[in-house]
């Protein structure tokens, strides 16, 4: 499957520079390399930290933090995708995977560190295993192969979480408890700061945040390691990468690993914050889908671009709809006008939001800043 | 003096934002085979596929057998007669040999003296007639690029680096096919590296360097001239065959 | 002060109609309620639509946004039992009542129940009696189910079980046939049932237990009666049924349908209905009618929207709806209604002339265990 | 074997065969190539020479008979782990990275070589010295004006001067080119010509070469093999192979003789 | 287009190639296999003409999809959503001819039958030619943008649809003649399913010859590896794959008026219901062959029906289960287009 940028004199990366300083070395030396995009970044990420104090209310807090975990799902799915060149839709398994263990611990074990501690733990241990099964068994067939396979794969997870609905709760997912402090009736201060109270559910947020930023960076600096060039080499030419002396399965199969660990981290911090896991939550094709148009809108084989596409897209899918009860209200008394963006008409309008992004930005957003500056 | 079949006068060509054709002028005489020849990236292959339509000139005209084919779609040139051997090949790897010949044979149903003679010119064809043509040495896709080329007659035919792979017998296979196409009344224009056989088979030689012709001639003088050849092509001719 | 509700349904997505039946059903019960005036005791009422796109996730966050952002005084929803199950704690933690409508799983009055959840969808069990009750109540009966292989069917069988343990001792689940989730050949199933049922003495009956796309026509093609082996299908949505139109005389019982129940309340429903929307009000309508009657007469005999009184007055409160009149019991606050035992028409005038009232199933004929912790 | 017996051989081939149906494109090949010597191998348009290069290096996995390097029967291992084992291989048709810039081709193959694929945590320019090193390559080869252009934008024969400079980076101990000159304009022959000679220079190096220009065989080659039909038929001195009957019907075409 | 049989004209000595067989005795192999299971004879032939059946519906949905896909080198996922589109365009027809449908009159039902297909197929050609050109176009050769982007058609057409004829499921009848079944002793066949059978099979000749009597599939297939290629050979690429678009929509249309009839419900969202079905189908029949699609079908259904029959916990991985097995087997499907 050709999932490479086209352009040929592309210069993804420039080898001659080298550059120096702790931010560097904390991006891994892969800058934004584009001034309007450094801005963008640093603002979703100085808003991000900040959302608690400047919003007031649930729902910002709710989207900021739906953000962030999105933000690692989409980067460890474009290290599959944009680096490697693997179109995997069992991606959705992993996430749920993560959910799935922290859920059940927690609802079984009792709400505390130490089983949240397990839940991961065997979440991890159990999407490495898969991951290493799946690539070993089906990365050495032709890719669309793989990605139907995947397809199936995923389908039959789900059905295998709606059958273990004793474990799973089925359908109707599992709701549970968090650790004491990350409740909302925790009080961390008895004061709160800049109006908002420290809670436990502050806490869970900078949960979430802290721990999607490492991770993110972290990916980040794996997809810019002698490792992560020899999976771009891989997807240009994986008959020539096996060639130079590259075994391509177990580079692809490690790939697939560590994007899928990712993904279940990105998981299992989706339940914490939500306290709730079910298969329309983690595991559903539509996820799936928004995770891809993410990473495209975002960019492909960039990183930054999960940022900007999660950010992007997260937002428009909590206010989407609000904007267009707006517009629609405000539009009422015309002819069809008011039908065609009335709020229940949303998905119309993402779909045509799907394609136009796909047309309007193909490099993504990212390389159409990148392309800009130059 | 007649139109040549084939005239491109000043034709630049822009490949993204590279400049790469800086007004290439020449023609290919009606009947007679002329050698394109120049370095390693001086712009033969971009003159090929700007004549094909493959890649637009920005400016300039091209014209072929009277008619202007500068802005044609490329089946439409295809269509005035203009078959085309790219040096990539451009073999179907998933069809077999004999689906590939037949694709090329536009008109339908191959003629059996015409197929009889190309599978006689490359035997190794026949044998694997039913192989999927990406099974081929590389020397054999090379014969089936061209074979694909002269299946049905065409007015003119385009032929990039056609003796790269082959070995030394097949090269005088090659140049005895080409002799033959141009005795049947064919023009040919063709890139080539290999200068023996350029000698041995040009009436007209087109030099270009540095997306520019720097020589137009006939093939003898330049044969005859080692001097303008060492100038021209950096070649000294007793130490290349 | 106004009052706030909010109604909360999958407003897209494939359960679309059933929150468009509800959404309508719910305005339409406070217009008739207050008289037109959207009022109570001179506080207007602002309802609040959210479109949870049957997502328990996003169900979950909208509701504390409605409570915590949009301080509403009680929420009522939702389309999805899955979602409704999530939402549940929410309820608790803001300390607000939930009334629950349309979602049918057991759980939400059951083990996941709170003191602030309210149900006045009928539950599972509650279908389950009313297809228990329309079994003959004398004479052997042999029963063989056809449900969907995951949690819903099962727990339907199961619920049927036990309903015909109790009301029907004279009838036996002989035979239990589960489906794929999205089956769409069931040549397979009908004859491992027809093969169970055929010898079997007494009245033979397959009992259909289904979520989406019936099977009813499938089965009913390969000509059980060769077998003398009646079909039937639970109640369901008007154009669902509408294919039940070819099987004339087949029996089962059903929820609501809207030439059934003969009070003030369903008339008018139905002749506005009729009039608004040029059809007649369908299974969703009268729930959404029922939960506007249900809050609407809450507010007015706890004289307010303060929480503890509304969960007082509503306990064991009982209402009119167009079903006639429902009453929360104490123990679990489930809505406790009458069900309709019917027949297929011969012929009706029209598409939605299908069914003629056999018996109405007294609430008092369905002992509906109780069965969450107090 | 004429040159120096006594060396192990850095390859050996026992009995390689392939058959592809009915087809044997490679037909009980047995042959020996000790250090410091350059064998080419000709024959003509389908004898067997690329895939007896597949075989080698393990592109293709052979019906029977074995691969040995250095001693080792390698027949069992993919191309990657023969690759690390010293079996370096250039493409007849040309095999690149192509949307990656050419000293990112020419890098890869320089980090292979310096193991250094498997680490992740480590960002990758802070390796100068697999730059560095990419960097003189290119130079060798003379495209280090071109070291920012993608393979998709090269002509032809840069192309095939990229291909050449991969295998030179992946310092193997046997290199194995397939045609390099091919479609190479005269005046840059001579510096891949140059390239392998100096390879053979160093004299620990063993090199495998398909050719089909005669007289770059003769100059470069201590030793020809011949393939006909996947069959090893000559076996020997240049000048004694080339004046041999069957090289000079089958593969030269008598005529032709006078190259 | 001309005639491809140019053997006829090449010199006799020519190798011709081998036809592969083998695949298509798998679906009697596994017939017998289930019968000793099954037990009762007639329940047997019950499940396995229900099976056959079930199997060219499920032909007539992927058919489009493996055409485009294998051919074009696209996937569409929006294949479902013209299977639905079909559907619903029989709305038009039956709205009108309501009276065909009870008419007790076997001519004036399979009419009613025809003009629904006729409709389906017009509607979704028409619609297949704008996806084409609105949506697909700009993004031949990756895979990765066609998903996206044909995803986002989908969703827009089916609010469309949703749009157009409102979000219930609307029932639609079955013509009178063409319900209930046949009864043979035990055995019942419905009739339904026979209509099935039928034009399964005339679409699945129809398509066989137009790809290996006529030119069309070399050009798509040589196309798609190399367009610059075809053009100098002088072939209008574009127009012809716009045409096979278009006739994969069509089909899709085709399939959805059968699918349609056969649920007797409408739902928007009915084409994706079976979308895993399909491309499962296409898997095992290795990609763009319409004779592997053909007989990954009826093995796909068959196994269905016999699993179910005699192990309904498997019923639900059975798909899955032929998938693996097929592809363990032949890892390119059971007729590899590019080995054909
Ligand atoms: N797709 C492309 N994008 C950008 N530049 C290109 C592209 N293709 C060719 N070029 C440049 O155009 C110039 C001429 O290339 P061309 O392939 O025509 O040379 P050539 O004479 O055929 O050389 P050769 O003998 O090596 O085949 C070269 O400098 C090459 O780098
Ligand atoms: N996968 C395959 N299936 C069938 N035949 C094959 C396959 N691969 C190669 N062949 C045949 O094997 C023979 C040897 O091919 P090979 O590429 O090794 O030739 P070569 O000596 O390198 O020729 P050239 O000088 O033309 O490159 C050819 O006749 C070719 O058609
Ligand atoms: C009858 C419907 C409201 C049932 C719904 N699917 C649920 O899950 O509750
Ligand atoms: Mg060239
Ligand atoms: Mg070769």
Redesign the pocket.
């Given at each position: 499957m050709n999932a490479s940028p086209t352009s040929?004199?592309a210069l993804p990366f420039d080898e001659t520079r080298r550059r120096g300083g702790p931010l560097s070395a904390l991006l891994s030396s892969d800058r934004p390399r584009s001034k309007v995009l450094s801005a963008l970044l640093l603002a979703i990420l100085l808003l991000l930290a900040a959302t608690p104090f400047l919003f007031s209310g649930s729902q910002p807090v709710g989207t900021a933090a739906k953000i962030c975990v999105f933000i690692v799902l989409v980067a460890s799915y474009d290290l599959l995708l944009g680096y490697s060149g693997i179109v995997s839709f069992a991606h959705t398994m992993f996430f749920g995977i993560g959910g799935y263990g922290i859920a059940i611990a927690l609802e079984r074990l009792g709400p505390t560190w130490g089983s949240a501690a397990i839940g991961l733990i065997a979440a991890l241990a159990l999407s490495a295993l898969l991951a290493i099964a799946i690539g070993l068994l089906s990365l050495r067939v032709r890719a669309i192969f793989f990605s139907m396979i995947t397809l199936a794969v995923a389908s039959a997870a789900a059905v295998l979480a709606s059958q273990l609905s004793d474990v799973t709760g089925g359908e109707d997912g599992l709701s549970f408890q968090l650790p004491q402090a990350l409740r909302p009736a925790f009080r961390l201060l008895s004061e709160p700061v800049f109006g908002t109270a420290v809670n436990g559910r502050l806490l869970a947020y900078y949960l979430v945040f802290f721990v999607s930023l490492v991770i993110f960076l972290v990916l980040l600096r794996i997809v810019n390691s002698p490792f992560g060039r020899v999976l771009q080499a891989i997807r240009e030419n994986e008959f020539r990468a096996e060639a130079l002396g590259y075994r391509v399965v177990a580079y692809r199969t490690a790939a697939s690993v560590i994007s899928a660990l990712a993904a279940t981290i990105a998981g299992a911090l989706m339940a914490l914050w939500l306290r709730y896991n079910g298969p329309d939550t983690t595991l559903s094709f539509s996820i799936m889908i928004d995770i891809l148009l993410m990473v495209v809108i975002g960019g492909m084989g960039t990183m930054y671009g999960a940022v900007i596409g999660a950010a992007l897209f997260v937002l428009a899918q909590s206010y989407l709809q609000v904007l267009m009860g707006a517009g629609s209200a405000a539009l009422a008394g015309l002819p069809l006008l008011p039908n065609l963006i009335h709020p229940d008409r949303w998905l119309l309008w993402l779909g045509a939001l799907f394609i136009i992004s796909v047309y309007a930005f193909p490099g993504g957003i990212v390389g159409r800043l990148r392309q800009a500056k130059q | 003096m007649p139109e040549p079949l084939l005239l491109l006068s000043d034709v630049h060509t822009h490949?993204?934002p590279?400049h790469?054709l800086h007004g290439v002028d020449f023609s290919v005489p009606t009947g007679e085979l002329t050698m394109l020849l120049?370095r390693?990236?001086?712009?033969?292959?971009?003159t090929l596929r700007t004549i094909m339509g493959l890649w637009q000139a920005s400016s300039g005209r091209i014209r072929f057998d009277g008619r202007d084919i500068t802005a044609s779609a490329t089946p439409d040139i295809a269509h005035a007669g203009i078959a085309y051997v790219p040096?990539s090949m451009g073999i179907f790897t998933d069809l077999t040999v004999r689906e590939n010949i037949v694709l090329a044979a536009r008109s339908g149903p191959l003629d059996k003296t015409r197929l009889d003679w190309i599978l006689g010119l490359f035997p190794a064809l026949k044998r694997f007639w039913n192989l999927p043509a990406g099974n081929l040495s590389g020397g054999q896709k090379q014969m089936l690029a061209i074979a694909r080329a002269i299946a049905e007659p065409r007015r003119l035919l385009l032929i990039d680096e056609p003796t790269k792979g082959l070995a030394p017998v097949m090269v005088r296979s090659m140049i005895e096919a080409f002799k033959a196409l141009k005795a049947s009344g064919e023009t040919i224009l063709l890139v080539e590296?290999n200068f023996y056989a350029a000698s041995a088979l040009g009436d007209n030689v087109v030099v270009?360097d540095d997306g520019r012709i720097v020589h137009a001639g006939a093939m003898s003088d330049l044969v005859a001239d080692t001097a303008l050849q060492q100038r021209l092509l950096g070649l000294s001719l007793d130490a290349h065959q | 002060q106004d009052i706030k509700i909010a109604l909360i349904a999958g407003k897209t997505g494939p359960l679309e109609a059933y929150a468009k039946q509800t959404e309508a059903g719910f305005m339409m019960g406070l217009e008739y309620l207050t008289k037109g005036t959207m009022a109570v005791d001179g506080r207007k009422i602002n309802v609040i639509v959210k479109d949870d796109q049957l997502k328990a996730d996003l169900a979950k966050t909208l509701l504390e946004q409605a409570y915590n952002d949009d301080n509403v005084d009680l929420a009522i929803g939702t389309t999805s039992s899955a979602a409704a199950l999530a939402m549940l704690p929410v309820a608790e933690e803001n300390g607000k009542v939930l009334i629950v409508e349309p979602a049918v799983a057991d759980a939400i009055t059951g083990e996941k129940w709170n003191r602030f959840i309210f149900r006045t969808a009928r539950n599972s069990t509650q279908d389950a009696y009313g297809a228990a009750a329309a079994v003959p109540a004398s004479g052997e009966v042999s029963i063989a189910t056809l449900a969907q292989d995951y949690a819903f069917g099962k727990d339907g069988v199961a619920a049927l079980k036990n309903a015909l343990a109790e009301i029907r001792p004279n009838a036996k689940v002989v035979f239990e046939e589960y489906a794929p989730q999205n089956a769409t050949d069931f040549t397979a199933s009908a004859q491992r049932i027809f093969d169970a049922l055929k010898d079997k003495p007494g009245k033979k009956i397959i009992n259909i237990i289904w979520a989406g796309q019936h099977p009813l026509p499938k089965i009913a093609d390969l000509k059980p009666e060769r077998f003398g082996i009646e079909i039937a299908p639970g109640g369901n949505i008007l154009p669902a049924m509408q294919i039940y139109k070819n099987y004339p005389g087949m029996e089962g019982a059903v929820y609501y349908y809207y030439a059934f129940p003969k009070n003030a309340m369903n008339d008018w429903l139905v002749a506005e209905h009729q009039k608004r929307y040029n059809a007649p009000p369908d299974f969703f309508t009268a729930g959404g009618f029922a939960a506007a009657s249900a809050a609407v007469t809450a507010i007015q005999k706890a004289g307010g929207t303060d929480t503890e009184k509304l969960i007082t007055a509503m306990e064991g409160m009982t209402f009119e709806t167009p079903k006639g009149p429902m009453t929360f019991r104490k123990e679990d606050h489930q809505a406790l209604q009458e069900m309709y035992h019917f027949k297929v028409k011969a012929n009706g005038k029209d598409a939605n002339d299908l069914l003629d009232l056999v018996a109405t199933i007294p609430a008092d004929k369905m002992p509906i265990p109780v069965r969450n912790k107090r | 074997m004429i040159l120096s017996t006594a060396k192990t051989p850095a390859l050996e081939t026992r009995g390689l065969t392939i058959r592809f149906g009915g087809h044997v494109a490679v037909n009980d090949v047995s042959c020996r190539f000790t250090p410091g010597t350059l064998t080419a191998i000709v024959g003509p348009n389908g004898a067997g020479k690329t895939t007896y290069f597949n075989l080698i290096s393990g592109q293709l996995r052979a019906t029977s008979g074995q691969v040995v390097v250095e001693g080792e029967d390698v027949t069992s291992l993919p191309a990657s782990a023969r690759a690390k084992r010293g079996l370096g291989r250039a493409f007849q048709l040309t095999n690149l990275f192509p949307q990656l810039t050419a000293l990112e081709n020419v890098r890869l193959a320089v980090q292979s070589r310096a193991e250094a694929g498997w680490s992740l945590f480590r960002v990758w320019n802070a390796r100068r010295d697999l730059i560095e090193k990419a960097e003189s390559i290119l130079e060798r080869v003379r495209l280090a004006d071109k070291r920012h252009?993608a393979p998709?934008?090269?002509?032809?024969?840069?192309q095939r001067k990229l291909e050449v400079a991969l295998l030179i980076a992946m310092e193997p101990k046997v290199f194995m080119f397939d045609e390099p000159t091919a479609?190479m304009?005269v005046d840059e022959v001579p510096t891949v010509l140059e390239l392998i000679h100096d390879i053979k220079q160093r004299g620990d190096a063993t090199v495998l070469l398909v050719e089909h220009k005669m007289d770059v065989v003769r100059s470069l080659s201590d030793r020809i093999i011949v393939l006909h039909n996947g069959t090893l038929v000559a076996d020997g001195e240049p000048a004694e192979v080339i004046a041999s009957p069957v090289v000079q019907e089958a593969y030269l075409g008598v005529e032709v003789a006078r190259a | 287009m001309s005639d491809l049989t140019t053997d006829a004209a090449a010199p006799a000595e020519l190798p011709r190639a081998k036809s592969d067989w083998l695949p298509l005795l798998l679906i009697p192999a596994l017939a017998l296999l289930a019968l000793p299971f099954v037990g009762s004879p007639s329940t047997w032939v019950t499940l396995t003409v229900a099976g056959l059946a079930m199997g060219m519906m499920i032909f007539l949905m992927a058919s489009g999809l493996t055409l485009v896909f294998g051919l074009m080198d696209i996937i569409n996922f929006g294949h479902g959503v013209f299977i639905s589109l079909g559907a619903y365009a029989t709305l038009l027809v039956l709205g009108p001819l309501a009276g065909w449908a009870t008419a007790d009159s076997v001519g004036l039902n399979l009419a009613l039958l025809l003009l629904c297909i006729l409709a389906a197929m017009a509607v979704t050609g028409v619609a297949g030619a704008v996806f084409e050109r609105v949506i697909v176009r700009p993004v031949y050769g990756s895979h990765l943008k066609q998903i996206l982007v044909t995803m986002g058609g989908l969703i827009v057409t089916e609010q469309l649809i949703h749009a157009i004829w409102g979000a219930s499921p609307i029932p639609i009848p079955l013509p009178q003649s063409l319900r209930g079944a046949f009864v043979l002793g035990d055995i019942v066949m419905e009739r339904y399913r026979v209509v099935a059978v039928v034009i399964g099979l005339a679409v699945f000749i129809g398509m066989q010859l137009l790809l290996n009597r006529t030119r069309i599939g070399l050009l798509i297939r040589a196309g798609v590896e190399n367009p610059e290629m075809v053009e100098a050979l002088g072939y209008r690429i574009r127009r012809l794959f716009v045409s096979v678009f278009i006739a994969g929509s069509a089909l899709a249309g085709l399939g959805g008026v059968m699918w349609a009839f056969y649920r007797q419900t409408l739902t928007a969202g009915m084409g994706m219901e079976v979308m895993v079905l399909v491309f499962i189908v296409i898997i095992i029949g290795g990609l763009g062959s319409v004779g592997g699609c053909f007989v990954g079908s009826i093995l796909v259904a068959l196994v269905a029906n016999y699993v179910g029959f005699i192990e309904p916990k498997l019923a639900l991985i059975s798909n899955i289960l032929v998938m693996a097995l097929v592809l363990i087997w032949r890892p390119q499907g059971l007729f590899p287009v590019a080995r054909r």
């Open positions: 040929a004199r | 490949i993204g590279y790469i120049g390693n990236g001086a712009g033969k292959t971009t040096e590296q270009m | - | 252009i998709k934008a090269l002509s032809h024969g840069d479609g304009s | -």
